[in-house]
């Protein structure tokens, strides 16, 4: 038996391809066709933006508590959230869940030290990447990181929130973002973390500078081994 899988959503694009990822690879663990039991809440995107835009850390933890109750009332055994920025939140949810979470940047900070990647690149929305959501988790691993210049963050951040979100992938944010990593390169990283869950749409192993560690299917993966003993 599998455990039921309870997926936290926040953005559309990221959290569809978390759960794509459950599914088409949940057969290499269960059998041709097969996945865990796998359930979503989201509530309005607008609502974690305005949350996000206005600082208001404790409006994103209620949110996503929210999210948390209704899957636990239809079952799910443990909850995963594809949005690596709104886990700044998590230290404020974890006391209230009703359910245990898997974090994402100790998922993809496990990995970045099973590689042996020492000094990674942070990339994501200009929310995730000022906050300490992977430089708590990579310095407890002795990894060290960077973060981009602010003229690269906010670009970055903008496409996320322009483009991204909406599922809109233009070719010259493309050659923009692999800009962005290439300067972390140059800074010494020998690894890019992908840290928001819409990043894998533009970028991958084959366009990446560097290698490039994709936080979604990275944590739907990690979903998989938890819920397939």
């Known amino acids: 038996m599998s455990r039921h899988i309870g997926i936290v959503g926040c953005s559309a694009e990221g959290a569809a391809l978390c759960y794509r990822t459950i599914c088409a690879e949940g057969e290499a663990w269960l059998g041709p066709h097969a996945h865990p039991e796998v359930s979503m809440h989201t ?81 994501g929305t200009k929310w995730l990447v000022r906050s300490d959501v992977y430089p708590a988790k990579l310095r407890e691993r002795g990894l060290d990181f960077q973060r981009p210049a602010d003229a690269d963050r906010e670009e970055v951040s903008r496409i996320i929130m322009e483009e991204l979100v909406r599922g809109r992938c233009v070719p010259q944010s493309v050659a923009r973002f692999e800009a962005v990593v290439g300067r972390l390169r140059d800074r010494g990283c020998d690894a890019v973390i992908l840290g928001c869950t819409e990043l894998p749409l533009i970028m991958n192993e084959q366009n990446a500078p560097i290698p490039a560690l994709d936080s979604t299917r990275l944590l739907a993966r990690a979903a998989l081994a938890r819920a397939c003993p």
């Open 43 to 123: 509530p309005s995107f607008a609502a974690y933006v305005a949350c996000l835009e206005s600082d208001d850390l404790q409006g994103v933890a209620d949110l996503m508590l929210t999210s948390a109750r209704k899957l636990a009332a239809v079952g799910a055994d443990f909850l995963v959230c594809p949005d690596n920025t709104i886990h700044e939140a998590l230290p404020l949810v974890a006391p209230h869940s009703p359910l245990p979470w898997l974090h994402i940047a100790e998922v993809v900070a496990d990995e970045a030290k099973s590689r042996g990647y020492t000094k990674l690149g942070i990339t």
